[in-house]
C-alpha cells in the first residue's frame, strides 16, 4: 500500500528563495521556493552526513556549507565533489492550505 501525503508546512510558508527543514515519517526534508517552484530533498548532505538546512540557495541548487558541494534540487544530483551521491527527492503537492510532502522518494541514492 503506498504511504500517505504529509501535510508539513503552510502553502505560503516559503516566499521566493527560502528554505526550511522539515520531518516526515521520521526523514529530515529540505523544502526550497525557487522562484514559486517547491522542491523537496533529503536534508542530509550525503558526502558527510551534514544537514544542507545550514548551506544557502544558489539559483536551484543547495549548497552544502561544511565543504561546499552543490546539488540539483530537482533531480537530487551531486554537481560538485567532494559529494558524488545523489539525495534522494521527494514529490510534493499544494492543496488545502498546505504543503503535502509524499514520503516515498522520488529517487534514491
Ligand atoms: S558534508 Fe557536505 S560537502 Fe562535505
Redesign the pocket.
Known amino acids: 500500500m503506498d504511504a500517505p501525503w504529509i501535510a508539513v508546512a503552510a502553502a505560503d510558508a516559503l516566499a521566493a528563495g527560502e528554505f526550511i527543514s522539515v520531518t516526515a515519517a521520521g526523514q529530515r526534508c529540505l523544502l526550497a521556493n525557487v522562484d514559486g517552484v517547491l522542491y523537496a530533498v533529503e536534508d542530509n ?6 544537514p ?1 538546512a545550514f ?1 544557502c540557495l544558489e539559483g536551484a541548487r543547495i549548497k ?6 552543490r546539488f540539483d534540487l530537482a533531480s537530487g544530483a551531486a554537481c ?4 558524488v551521491t545523489p539525495l534522494r527527492t521527494y514529490r510534493l503537492m499544494v492543496a488545502d492550505g498546505q504543503i503535502w510532502l509524499h514520503p516515498s522518494s522520488s529517487t534514491a541514492n
Open positions: 548532505c550525503s558526502h558527510e552526513d551534514y544542507l548551506g552544502c556549507s561544511l565543504h561546499g558541494s560538485e565533489e567532494p559529494a
